[in-house]
Structure formats: structure tokens, C-alpha cells
């Protein structure tokens, strides 16, 4: 059902008055007599004419002297040279700067968070515009994908952590400007080719990365072309431990954390049983947590990143200049992740079942120092003893009736499982700016363009399958002894013989758990703008600034299968005909060749394996086209989402200068028509298994059994349109809200060399697009469904579940402050503190909590309902000290420390405040140290970067928090000539790991541990 909310119009604030009044002070005093320009003593601490040097050391100067000359708070990063940017990746460059820290994908950079704030609150442009970017299976963000962009395609990059009026909003935590090269700015018939090769330690494979750029202009530099392509091959493979779901167990108490204390907040997941477990031996264990699941993964990536430049110019007249550009990104990817899954299945967890007192094959279980938190469960398949297989042996035994299964004589772990997808992302850039000199003071530029991305796989899919069979009546054990541990690097033992049992047949296809999802984004944005420059030749007025832009932005996400249907049959109907929903009985039956003949080695970090058994997917892809022909691909109905966005802007700056002071002030309008639809659904499970005459699961050798209905666990299972069903209806609102967004900047020569700077200004970012469209769904889960599943491994508690998005989320706001002191005490150098305050509201949290819903004209509680809800009165303050200097003879330093505080902020959901929240992405440490050394031959630097612990969002009911993490990178170049150069390169030398984990009470509930390895990059670049 649509819905209309009424303008939100926000008038001028205190903000504003006080933005007037402090430049009303900066001014006054000065008068008319103040000069149009900066003096040139205030220059000479950073003239780069002063000391002629080149390469490194002029790229970070030119930076240090933009960022002084700057009237905004800007950190700059400048190309050493044509194709010669200072790291492999955008995102790392960045992290370099103060107040950075970036998240990584495969060991690259992948987003910006400054500040304390998420990346979602990061802007990127390129060249000043918006530029769409798409994941290649993931939903569309609002952050820009930094793995899709070659840096050696810029030339520079600028972060602006304070605002002005003629910068787009949307950056609140700050706004990333790349830019790009033009013609009619180089020498004709100039440019380069770059060939290089990358390896790493997780991968030895050596792929293949080339690049060049040619530009070109007609000798009276009228008009001018610029190509420029890379292609760059990348073969990576990242090892990571994980968990899944920590459930509380007691005997129907209140969880509590490592301290002792209740936590008593929504979202803590509890076992629906209420009730501890027993071990083999009828040990009792409760009043714990424990993930339902301990994962071990091998992701295996070959990527291959192209992009390509085209950039027109044509100066007709010489007041008057045309520039087109195209910019075309691409990422593709082939990924294989092998998966070694251990759930709960060997526990017998429910009380009122008959197999609980015997505790099923656990052994036992570790603990950290407060006994609170499992570390660790070792199970084992005892020799001597007995074991029941089902209900029937567990009766014939005199034993209590109730969750006897497969579970209970053979351990069904590891579970292998994983993924093999093809993957791509696309973006795309066309834009025409005019740049017209009217006339010595009045300048105009205007500019259209378009903007769109595309992402998703064209083949995605998931196999699972367990190292057991069942033969006849009996049950063969691929595997005697499941181990993990979570204390240190994480780790987990098999029986030494794993491998040799699959190859020899012992397994089973897990059909529940084999299955195929994708995920396909686009977004698009037509953009125009109009800008126009008064320049005043006296008086401390400079230039006014004044324009508007108009965005028209959509984005559209879908999901989708690929499948297999049974010869003969309709592949319209994908619920039934499937091979995994009971038309071939054989599905189930595994093969030798299904699994990689040998064990994955070369496991290098993340975690340890004495065996690491893995699923062959071309191979078993390969087999289902032999058995039931081509696969199918569809496009599911219920899991789309739709987000418009007309947006209508305008500004007006005046920039001012007088002797000593400079700066700007000027407002922002904004009016934002913002539209959100998703599909909702509805799924009830009713049950599993075909019950037998007393009511049980059917075994798969009774008598009554339908041949036609295949076997899973050793029971019956039903069809999937009797396991499920599900309706869907769309979701939608309409938004329009206004907003004035004032500014100032200000910078103060109080001496030739020191610089005092101050900011202030109010911002916003728009919400999230899964935040405010993700589709929602309720899911009820039957008593009899979650009786079958917990008999076959793998249990849901009965009831209501659900999430969704919410579409009446306010955007971020935030009123932010800055104050800076620099000291330019040499050409080339600097020493500086900067202190900054953002005071945040209406920033958007994830929830988890017990929510009252109508379904069907009935009230029910939804058990963690899973939303989004806004913080109020956020904070993130802090200070920035950085530094750099440059001797003579070659030696030079970079460093800077950010220290950032963020306060717990209220969160509220239709007008309850229901908790509190830090703000996701911060960390409280950060520090950057680079050493350089370079002469006219050689070059070689070392830069080390150490972030604190990062903020997460909210996980059943918990923080969740990443450790402190440093990396050292390490590169050297040497000319040969002047315009030949051999360079070499190792990312991660330290070798360092990224581990996270859930609360703030103990660091023992460990939810990840990721190594992506050392990459190591040679080559040689030619300057034309």
C-alpha cells in the first residue's frame, strides 16, 4: 500500500546565525583595505620552487601545499606522475590520511569510513559528480566500490572533511573528489604503459596487470583527446573461521555476560528449549552461550578489473572550453569458496526429547575464564559403544521415544558446503561539461551527465553434503571425530582418514542445503548542474559562487535462482520440479568425483586444519547438466526493491581574502522526492517429513514409504509445496523533505608560516537504500516442522520470525565543528593538530527485538524482528596530529594519530527510545607512519598503518566490535632512465589477520578471523 508523508522543512537554525555572526568578526575589522591575494611571504614555507625535486617527494609536497592553500579542511593525494598513483588502490591511498579507515575485500580496499562515521556517509565523485557503482553479488550501497577503479587512472584525489556550499551533500562523514586527466592539460603525443605482475603468499599464480594512457592535442591546443586502459588480473585466496547465531542456554534464566551481568535487552537469542545439554559421559552443561554453527572457509577469487577513459576537449574560442568524458569500470570474477561446516547436530539440546540424557556424540566442551562463553566442542564416535540410529532402535532398546535420527550413531560434520559463482559489476560515466570565461570576472560551467552500474552473477550456487551413507539399513561414518576450537587461531581437527572416506563414497548430497540464490543491482542517476563565479578584482570580497543541480537517481535490486528440473519435466514450476524437491529419489546419492581428489592445503593464516576435505563444483555442475540437461534461470518475484530520488539543489558561497585571512561562507538548499518500494512476503513451514502411522518421521525403509518421495537423514521427506508456503504483496512510500545546509570555512595566517583554520556547517546523508527499501518477510515456523528438523540436524524454534526494512527512516544529520593549527616550518614539511566534532542525529542502527504484528487479522509476536531505527544525539569528536618532513639528502616522514570518541546515542523506533547504540564504524585509534628515501634513481618507502577497534552494528542483541589492526606495506622503484622505470611492491608484510567478535564484555565470542595473505607486485612503467 502507498503511503505519503508531508513535507519536513527545516528553517534556519542557531547554526546559521552563528555562521554569520563569526564571519561577520573575521571581516569587519579588515575593511576595504585588505588585498585580493594571499601574500607571497605566507608562500614561501611551501613554494615547490624552492627545492626542485620530483617523484614522491613532489607528489606529497604539491599535496601539502593544496591542503595549506585550501580554504576548507582537505587532506589531497597527488599522482607522482602520468599513471604513477602512490598505492595499487584508491581506498589504501586514503587510508594514508588522518582520520581513515577503510574496509578491505580480498585484501583490497574496498570503502572509506572518516571520521567515525560508516561508509555509507562517505560521498565519492568523480570529477565532482556522483559515480554509480554496483557490488558484483551484493545490494546496491551508497558507498563507492573502490575495488572497481584502477588508481593509476588519476591523477589526484581530495577528501574534504569540512563542507562548502558549492560541494554536493551527502558526505557527512566527509566527501572523496577523484580526479581524472585531461588532454589539453599535458604535453601532446605523452602519456605511458605500465606491464606488471602480482602474486601472493595464499596464491602462487602470477597474473598478469597492464595499463597505459595516451594523450594527445593539435599544436594551437584547440582540441585534444585522451585514452586511457588497464587491464589488471588478480588471483587471491582468503582463509576465514566464522560463527554463526550464539544462542543462550539455561534453564529458563536471563543470559548473562562474562561479568555476571543480566542482559536484558531485546535481540539476545535464546535456545527455544530452555534448557542445557548432557555429553556422552551425562555431564550437564548450561547457563552458556554458544554459536550454532563454527565455519572454516577457503575462498578462492580470480578476478580481472578493466577500465577504460575517453576525454574530448575542444576549445572553439579561447574563453569558451568543451570537455566529454567516458568512463567505463568493470569487475569480474570467478569465486569458489569451500566451506567446513560444524553445526550443532551431534547435540541432543531439547530435554523433553528421549535421546537428551544420553547427551547424542558430544564429548565435551571448553569454556573461557567465566565459564559463560564455549570456546570449544569435541565430538567423537566411541568404539565399543552403542549407538541408535532412529526411533524404532532407540524403542527396541527400551530407550524414551523422541528425536532419535542419523544424528544420534554417526557424526555428521563437517558439512561441506560453499559456493561457485561467476560474478560482474560494471560502471559507467558519460558527461559533457561547457566552460565559458565570460569575461575577466564572470565565469560560468555547465554540465550534464549520466551515471549508471550494473552488478550481479550470472551463476551462483551453493552444494552441501555430509561424510555419511546409509546402506541398506545401516549407517556408515565417513568421519569419527569433529574438534573446533576458538581460543587463539582458530582451529579444527577431523579423523586423519577424512578425505580417504569420501573418495571412497561415503557421503551423502545434503539436498535442503543445496541450492542456488543471486542478487542483481542497478543504479542509475542523470545529473545537470549550472554554476556561475563572480571574481572582484579589490576588496576582501574575492568571488561569489552561485548555481543548482538537478539528480534524478534510481536504483532496482531483484534476486534470482539457477536450477535443474527432472527430465520431462516443466521448469515453470520451480517449487516441485527441481531435482532437490523429491522428483529424483537419487539426488541425495554422492559420488567420489562430486569432491576434490586431494585436501585443500596451503592454508596460510585464519585459521588451522589437519584435514581440509573440498567440494569439485565443476564437476558436479557438470554432472546435473549430464543428468537433467541445461540449467534455468529465474527471476524471484518476492525479493525486489525499488528506490527513486529527484533531488533539486541550490547554493550560494561568497569566498573572501584579505592579507592574512581567507575562507568561505554560503548555504545549501536541498529538496529531496524520495520514493521506496519493496515486495513483502509471508511464509509459513508446516512441516518436513512424511509421518508414519504412530505420527514419527517415516524412515526411508518403511514399508508405506512413497518410492517417489526421496530420502533425507533416513526419513521421508515431503515435497516442497506441502514443506511451504508463501504470498507476497508490495510495500511502498512516498518522502519529500527539504533541507538548508549552511557552511563556513575560515583560515587565518597568523604568521608566514602558521595557519589557523576553522570550520563549521551543518550536513546530511540519506539513508541506506536496504535500510529504507529492503524487502520485508515473516516467516512462521510450525511445531511440527521445527520437531522434523531437529530429528534430521538443524532445528528453527517454533513461532514468528521476521525483518524488513523502514521506509519512514529520517536522513543522517549532523552538525559538525572544526578547529586546526599548521605549522609550515620548512618547504615541504608540517606539523599540525586539528580538533573536530560532529554531533550526529537521526543515523540508522540495526534492531532486534520482540514485536507485536497482525498476520491475517491476528496478532501475533514476531520473535527478533530484524529492522532499522534512527539514533538520536550521536557524537563523534576527536583530535588529528600529523606531521611530515623531508630532509635534503632524500630521507623523509610522514606520520599522523586520530583519536576518536563517540558517545552510546539513543535509538528510537516509532517514537520509543528502546536502547542505545555507538556509532557503527568508529575507532577510538589510528595511526600512520610512512619512510621514504629517494634520489633521482632510486626510491623506496615503508608505510605502516595501525587502526583501533572498529564499532559494528547490533548482532543478537550485542555489539559487535573488530580487533585493532596494523599492515605494513613496503615499495621500491629504480629509474633506469629517465623514463624507465622498474618498481616492486608487498602488500601486508606483516601478514596481519582481521578478527571481530560479539560484545563488549569479553573478546572470547568470536564472530570472524579473515587472512587474505601478502600480495607481492613487480613491474615496469614507461613515461612518454
Known sequence: MAMKQSTRTQGHDALSLAIALALAAAVAPLGASAQQAATTGAQDATTLDSVQVTGYRYAIEKSLQQKRDANAVVEVITAEDVGKFPDKNVADALQRVPGVVITRSGGEGKSVSVRGLAPDLTLTQLNGNFVASSETNNEATRSFNYTLLPSNMLSSAELFKSPEARIDEGGIGGTVILHTRRPLDMETNSGYVNLEGTSSDTSHDVDPQVSALYSWHSKDERFGVLVGVTQQKRTSRTMEASTEDYQWYGNNTTARDANGNLLEQDGIHYWWGQSGFNNQTGKNYSEFFMPTSVNFAVKEEKRERKGGQLTFQFKPIDNLTLTANYFRFELQGDYTQNMLKVPEWNLARYNQDGNWDGGRLL???????????????????????????????????????????????????????????????????????????????????????????????????????????????????????????????????????????????????????????????????NYFQADVTKLFEAGWLDSIQFGAKYRDGQVHRNTG?????????????????????????????????????????????????????????????????????????????????????????????????????????????????????????????????????????????????????????????????????????????????????????????????????????????????????????????????????????????????????????????????????????????????????????????????????????????????????????????????????????GLGVQANYTYNDTNLASIVLDGEEIGSSPLVGSAKNQANVTVFYENEKFLARASYNRRGEVVGGLNNGLTTYTKPYDQLDLNVAYNLTPDWTVTASVLNATKSELRSYLGNDSQARLLSNIYAGRQLYFGVNWKF
Open 561 to 889: 535462482n539457477t536450477y535443474w528440473v527432472c527430465p520431462g519435466l516443466d521448469p515453470a514450476d520451480y517449487d516441485n520440479n527441481r531435482y532437490q524437491a523429491g522428483c529424483d529419489p537419487t539426488a541425495g546419492n554422492a559420488q567420489p568425483g562430486f569432491f576434490l581428489s586431494n585436501p585443500i592445503s596451503n592454508i596460510t593464516g585464519g585459521f588451522n586444519a589437519n584435514v581440509f576435505p573440498g567440494i569439485n563444483y565443476p564437476a558436479y555442475i557438470d554432472y546435473l547438466n549430464k543428468t537433467y540437461g541445461g540449467s534455468h534461470n529465474r527471476t524471484e518475484e518476492d525479493f525486489v526493491y525499488d528506490v527513486n530520488e529527484k533531488i533539486y539543489s541550490g547554493y550560494f558561497q561568497a569566498n573572501f581574502r584579505t592579507d592574512r585571512v581567507r575562507g568561505n561562507v554560503g548555504v545549501r538548499v536541498v529538496r529531496t522526492k524520495q520514493f521506496a518500494q519493496s515486495s513483502d512476503s509471508v511464509e509459513r513451514f508446516n512441516d518436513y517429513f512424511v509421518d508414519n502411522a504412530s505420527g514419527a518421521p517415516m524412515s526411508c525403509d518403511d514399508p508405506a514409504a512413497d518410492p517417489n518421495l526421496r530420502c533425507q537423514g533416513g526419513f521421508v521427506r515431503l515435497p516442497d509445496n506441502q514443506v511451504r508456503d508463501k504470498v507476497y504483496t508490495l510495500s511502498s512510500l512516498d518522502k519529500t523533505y527539504t533541507d538548508f545546509l549552511p557552511s563556513f570555512n575560515i583560515a587565518w595566517d597568523i604568521t608566514d608560516n602558521l595557519v589557523l583554520r576553522g570550520a563549521a556547517s551543518k550536513v546530511i546523508a540519506r539513508p541506506s537504500y536496504t535500510s529504507i527499501a529492503y524487502p520485508g518477510g515473516l516467516r512462521y515456523v510450525s511445531e511440527e516442522y521445527s520437531n522434523d528438523r531437529r530429528v534430521a540436524g538443524g532445528t528453527d524454534t517454533p513461532g514468528w520470525y521476521g525483518s524488513g526494512s523502514n521506509k519512514a527512516l529520517e536522513p543522517f544529520e549532523a552538525v559538525q565543528f572544526d578547529l586546526g593549527l599548521e605549522w609550515y616550518f620548512k618547504p615541504g614539511s608540517v606539523a599540525g593538530v586539528a580538533l573536530f566534532r560532529k554531533n550526529v542525529d537521526n543515523f540508522t542502527v540495526p534492531v532486534v527485538r520482540d514485536q507485536q504484528m497482525t498476520v491475517g487479522g491476528q496478532s501475533v509476536t514476531v520473535q527478533k524482528y530484524e529492522t532499522q531505527a534512527n539514533g538520536r544525539d550521536g557524537v563523534s569528536q576527536g583530535v588529528e596530529l600529523y606531521g611530515q618532513y623531508t630532509f635534503d639528502f
Open 363 to 525: 564429548n565435551g566442551l571448553s569454556f573461557d575464564p567465566s565459564g559463560s562463553i564455549v570456546t570449544g566442542a569435541q565430538y567423537e564416535k566411541l568404539a565399543g559403544k552403542t549407538y541408535y540410529c532412529s526411533e524404532d532402535e532407540a524403542a527396541a532398546a527400551g530407550m524414551k521415544p523422541g528425536g532419535w535420527g542419523p544424528d544420534d550413531c554417526t557424526i555428521p560434520t563437517p558439512q561441506l558446503t560453499g559456493g561457485y559463482s561467476k560474478e560482474k559489476a560494471l560502471s559507467q560515466t558519460a558527461d559533457l561539461t561547457i566552460d565559458w570565461d565570460i569575461s575577466p570576472l564572470w565565469k560560468a560551467s555547465f554540465t550534464g551527465g549520466r551515471t549508471w552500474s550494473e552488478g550481479g552473477p550470472s551463476m551462483n550456487f551453493r552444494m552441501s553434503a555430509k561424510p555419511r551413507r546409509k546402506v541398506g539399513n545401516q549407517w556408515q561414518s565417513g568421519n569419527q571425530y569433529t574438534a573446533w576450537d576458538l581460543t587463539g587461531t582458530p582451529s579444527v581437527q577431523f579423523s586423519p582418514d577424512l578425505q580417504q572416506q569420501l573418495m571412497a563414497g561415503i557421503a551423502e548430497v545434503d539436498t535442503g542445503s543445496t541450492d542456488s540464490s543471486w542478487m542483481q543491482t542497478e543504479v542509475k542517476q
